[in-house]
Nanobody
Framework: QVTLVESGGGSVQAGGSLRLSCAAS????????MGWFRQAPGKQRELVATITPPRNIYYADSAKGRFAISRDSGKNSVWLQMNSLKPEDTAVYFC???????????WGQGTQVTVSS
């Protein structure tokens, strides 16, 4: 079992920045690919970014150039730095962990990000 706890959401104006944090506990952190997803009202959950050691990173087109994902195995944490935020970034953001070989996936409870124009 892996427990993920997100923090750092909030309300900002367009063009602002937020840094989301995800603290993981439970199974060995390095066995998991980590990612951020988001879900806007009335829409499906979508992938924002993923990071797997050593430093393989993927960004959705909507995140490229504005968001940066990072992780620290020593701190069992992953972050999502979000810059130049737009109203369309408004969503609940979820941290996720997927075991490399088993495919087992865990989710955090989500943190709300609201961007006003």
């Amino acid at each position: 079992q892996v427990t993920l706890v997100e923090s750092g959401g909030g309300s900002v104006q367009a063009g602002g920045s937020l840094r989301l944090s995800c603290a993981a506990s439970g199974r060995p952190f390095n066995n998991y690919a980590m990612g951020w997803f988001r879900q806007a009202p009335g829409k499906q959950r979508e992938l924002v970014a993923t990071i797997t050691p050593p430093r393989n990173i993927y960004y959705a087109d909507s995140a490229k150039g504005r968001f940066a994902i990072s992780r620290d195995s020593g701190k069992n944490s992953v972050w999502l730095q979000m810059n130049s935020l737009k109203p369309e970034d408004t969503a609940v953001y979820f941290c996720a962990a997927e075991h490399y070989t088993l495919g087992t996936m865990y989710w955090g409870q989500g943190t709300q990000v609201t961007v006003s124009s």
